[in-house]
């Protein structure tokens, strides 16, 4: 004998509680004087960490080629030495992207993704995905020009972004400002090599207010020809940069290595010898103190046109204060000045900011050399997330999505759920006094009984007293499918570093707001009242005008066994008497009131008891026939609207 087959077990979809894949985001700060990078994986929450290149998390942004050799960073200053006439770059970082300025920032990129791929630290130019910093000033066809030259240099996956918008990203994840102050007005001042970049960000929207050519690099320059000019050996090392015009470049850096020990520290003296390998025994005595930091930012420079580094930057805050001023009506004084660039360092910078702004919070983080560097980062891994968040969000929502089928199924049960609740309310509250109004004569005929009904019942429904009936079983109905939906959400939050319960539908004015506008029939009525429930209203008007519609509700009533106890008790006939009397024209008949006192409140309730799961079952086959697809349609419709909205609202809590 065979043996019967197995009925097949279907076995569901395992719900996701990882991303698919681990990506990895390289956050770019190309500098123009130096460069940092910063790492951040779509899988962790971790603050992204600064990489280091041949052992420094800051390095020149300096290229010297020799032949088809490439060296860049610090490397690049040894073969600069090495050799005695390669090709240097120095400060290349340019917005006029012809093919001439294109090269260096190619052969810059190139050398520096390679050897961080050699050595394994990170992916590789085409699996890790970059994002680079641009200033805010750049306009779209200059950031278009701009990742073409990445692109073009080998990176398969690049995305250009401001760099005001990823120091604010991570001033939000560092805790220096939070999501009611971007909501405000903060003001971003990015103080780089090249450049200052004003940026006033309001509700996480940004305009740019003013950029300048006022880096830090112009105090790099002054440094250089104060500490030449005081210089033993200041001919030959003069001849030196004739011969070899690369070594100004080189001399200046080392300025700008000064400058920066000192400008860190604690008003300390800071002095560096450097040994120039072409001449016999030519060393380059490097020097700041007090009284130099005072003269290079104080002293008139040439490149702005006979300002001092310090009245040009007050100038520029003033500039800002009146664009602010005169912008459009969105634009105001701003609540938080957020200060960032490694130039942010220099003493002068705070006060004359925060006397400018008197009423504004002045910031500057930790390591603000790094923060655009971790912001891009941050970015990266924030727009993959809140893509992948939506993406999955909403296939849950698709026609073959879980939350859809859960919603569906749960439409389709509420019916029978309703359907005991509603009868026995109405029998108490519209079927008994409809009858005594029969019975007290207000009511002339049993046909006119059941006319009578369909007015209570609708006014019934409507009343407060029907949602406070309907209420707990709705809330309980709801409760089901919040869970079963919660399921499928929970985990999706999760795997993208999101509090479990950010798709949830309890508790919140969020799903307030949609239950309140979902319309399950006629026009104007408020279905949805609470946070976590349907409750009666809504329920109540599809009752209205699809249960009521063929007035079949209550016709058994008027069968058997109301019927039979009219037709035996008046007529003194048997049960298919009673049912004909009842039936025809004893139903239109205007019974002396005497007669009616028979029906009792005790023999209708006993008829109602009798009629109970006739009427339930009449209940919910309405409900399935006449309301079921179109409160499905519309539940559907607004658990839709609820959840991309929140997905999209929370968003935000990626800043967290």
């Not at 103080?191 to 960000?201: E, L, P, Q, W």
């Not at 000045?337 to 910078?349: D, F, K, N, Q």
């Not at 069968?559 to 009842?582: E, M, Q, T």
Request: aromatic share 8%; with cysteine; charged share 25%.
């Amino acid at each position: 004998m065979m043996t019967p087959m197995k009925k097949k077990t279907e076995i569901s979809t395992p719900l996701k509680t990882r991303l698919a894949t681990d990506e990895e985001f390289i956050g770019f700060d190309l500098g123009h004087g130096e460069s940092a990078l910063g790492r951040a994986y779509g899988a962790t929450m971790r603050e992204p960490e600064i990489l280091e290149y041949r052992g420094q998390r800051s390095f020149v942004t300096a290229i010297a080629k020799d032949g088809k050799e490439i060296k860049i960073g610090a490397d690049a200053l040894s073969l600069s030495f090495a050799h005695h006439k390669p090709d240097v770059w120095l400060k290349f970082k340019t917005r006029h992207l012809d093919a001439q300025a294109a090269e260096p920032i190619t052969y810059f990129s190139q050398a520096l993704i390679a050897g961080l791929s050699e050595e394994g630290t990170i992916r590789g130019a085409k699996e890790s995905r970059f994002i680079i910093g641009c200033p805010s000033g750049w306009d779209i066809p200059t950031r278009e020009a701009y990742r073409h030259v990445f692109e073009h240099a080998g990176l398969q996956s690049v995305r250009i972004v401001p760099e005001s918008r990823a120091a604010l990203m991570t001033a939000l994840e560092q805790g220096y400002v939070s999501i009611e102050d971007t909501r405000a007005s903060v003001l971003i001042v990015d103080i780089g090599s090249s450049t200052t970049d004003f940026t006033y960000c309001r509700d996480l929207e940004a305009d740019d207010v003013g950029h300048n050519e006022l880096g830090s690099g112009l105090l790099d320059d002054e440094i250089f020809k104060l500490n030449l000019s005081r210089q033993k050996s200041r001919k030959q090392i003069e001849k030196l940069i004739e011969a070899y015009p690369h070594y100004k470049a080189i001399l200046t850096y080392w300025c700008r290595q000064a400058k920066e020990a000192y400008f860190t520290g604690e008003d300390v003296p800071v002095e560096m010898i450097k040994r120039l390998p072409a001449g016999k025994r030519v060393f380059f005595d490097i020097r700041i103190d007090k009284k130099d930091a005072k003269t290079i930012l104080e002293s008139p420079l040439e490149s702005l046109n006979g300002y001092s580094w310090k009245s040009a930057f007050d100038y520029a805050l003033r500039e800002t204060i009146e664009s602010l001023s005169e912008g459009s009506d969105t634009l105001r004084a701003p609540d938080t000045i957020l200060l960032t660039g490694g130039a942010s360092r220099l003493p002068l910078v705070l006060p004359a900011t925060q006397k400018a702004f008197p009423k504004a919070r002045v910031i500057r983080g930790a390591e603000p050399e790094f923060a655009i560097a971790r912001g891009l980062a941050w970015l990266g891994r924030f727009e993959y997330l809140h893509g992948s968040f939506k993406s999955e969000t909403a296939a849950l929502l698709s026609e073959t999505g879980e939350v859809r089928l859960r919603a569906e199924s749960a439409a389709q049960s509420l019916g029978a759920k309703i359907s005991p609740v509603l009868v026995d309310a109405m029998a108490e509250d519209c079927i008994l006094p409809a009858f005594r109004e029969w019975r007290s004569g207000a009511i002339d005929t049993l046909d006119a009984v059941e006319s009578a009904l369909e007015v209570k019942v609708k006014a019934w429904l409507e009343s407060q007293h029907a949602q406070e009936a309907l209420r707990p079983v709705i809330d309980s109905w709801f409760a089901g499918l919040q869970r079963d939906i919660e399921a499928q959400t929970d985990p999706l939050c999760r795997a993208h570093g999101l509090p479990a319960m950010v798709l949830s539908l309890d508790g919140s004015e969020h799903v307030s707001r949609h239950l309140e506008g979902l319309s399950v029939s006629a026009p104007g009525m408020t279905s949805l009242e609470s946070d976590t429930a349907l409750v009666g209203t809504g329920v109540s008007a599809l009752l209205i005008s699809g249960l009521l519609a063929k007035a079949n509700l209550f016709a058994a009533l008027f069968v058997n066994p109301i019927g039979i106890v009219l037709g035996s008790a008046l007529l003194g006939g048997g049960y298919l008497f009673g049912r004909k009397a009842i039936s025809g024209k004893m139903r239109r008949s205007k019974l002396p009131v005497l007669t009616r006192q028979i029906l009792t409140d005790k023999r209708v309730k006993s008829a109602i008891k009798r009629q109970r799961a006739d009427m339930i079952k009449a209940v919910a086959a309405a409900w399935d026939t006449a309301a079921a697809s179109r409160f499905s349609a519309e539940l559907t419709q607004m658990l839709e609207k609820a959840l991309v909205e929140r997905a999209d609202e929370r968003a935000v809590l990626f800043l967290i």
